[in-house]
């Protein structure tokens, strides 16, 4: 696990699996008054996943003289982002409606997947997965955090659900599973080629003013890069809706891996009738 700060008021912990990023920000401190004094909110977004990451997460708060962390925000509703509820057992989950609504759909399968997760890499965990009611938030809407407000998108494409958060004051955006350096655009849980070319062209305006852009896997990268990345995603959607399994992968995002993600998003296509 890293953990580092992209700002004064937002951290980064980075697991050691899967790549997978939880942000932790804070409100403005609109003038710092001492060396203990500092903002009065902190929210967890998304979530490390080895036990020993999670544990480690109100120490990271501590050390980096964060408050004590108020509340969870899930970008979506994949079991490799619900995992703050280990860490924080007594904070209620945030999410989009649209995450809410699935996860009510489909009691259990977060815990299902989480549980063949652990088996496969023989982790065994000290408690289960309780995520409780989700608490749905409006999105497209903001999200009050001490005298600031998030900034809630939504994010739909990847699966069915989803929202990403941005951090104005810290001109940070999380952005779920998109804009990976590393990962092709996926289609997963109710996953559309259509939406998610809306959740890019949606985030696009975000990007100019970015100075971090935190994918759900992958480095953090600047709103520059993001930029070029949105391009080629959104190049090769165009051609895996018109050319299936033979379009070509964007460059750097070749490898093996990808190649057997793309072979899933071609499956996952809905079949389309025929144009006249």
């Known amino acids: 696990m890293r953990a580092i700060a992209l700002h004064r008021d937002v951290l980064l912990v980075t697991s050691a699996v899967l790549h997978v990023n939880c942000v932790i920000a804070r409100s403005p401190a609109e003038a710092p008054t001492g060396a203990g004094e500092h903002a009065d909110e902190a929210f967890v977004i998304d979530s490390p996943v080895l036990p020993e990451e999670l544990d480690a997460l109100p120490a ?8 004590a962390a108020g509340a969870l ?6 079991w490799d982002h619900l995992l703050g509820r280990l860490a924080f057992p007594g904070l209620s989950l ?4 649209s995450s809410a609504q699935r996860l009510a759909a489909q009691p259990g399968a977060a815990q299902r997947e989480l549980r063949s997760f652990d088996e496969g890499l023989y982790i065994q965990r000290p408690l289960p997965l309780a995520l409780g009611s989700a608490q749905a ?8 955090i001490g005298e600031a407000e998030l900034e809630l998108h939504p994010a739909a494409g990847h699966t069915s659900d989803g929202m990403a958060v941005w951090i104005p004051w810290a001109n940070t955006l999380v952005a779920g599973d998109y804009l990976s350096a590393i990962e092709i655009p996926t ?9 998610y070319e809306a959740t890019l062209v949606r985030l696009q305006p975000l990007l100019s003013r970015a100075e971090s852009v935190v994918p759900g896997h992958g480095p953090v990268i600047d709103g520059a890069r993001a930029l070029r990345i949105l391009e080629e995603d959104l190049a090769y959607l165009g051609a895996l809706r018109e050319s299936g399994i033979a379009a070509e992968l964007p460059a750097g995002r070749r490898s093996q891996s990808q190649r057997r993600l793309h072979s899933d998003n071609a499956a996952a296509l809905s079949p389309r009738p025929a144009r006249s």
Do not use: K
């Not at 945030?94 to 409606?97: I, L, Q």
């Open 137 to 144: 938030l409006p999105v497209p809407g903001r999200l009050s």
């Open 60 to 67: 990271i708060l501590e050390q980096a003289r964060y408050p």
């Open 187 to 195: 289609l997963g849980e109710g996953g559309d080629v259509d939406a």
């Open 94 to 97: 945030g999410c989009a409606e």
């Open 73 to 78: 925000l899930a970008t979506h509703a994949d």
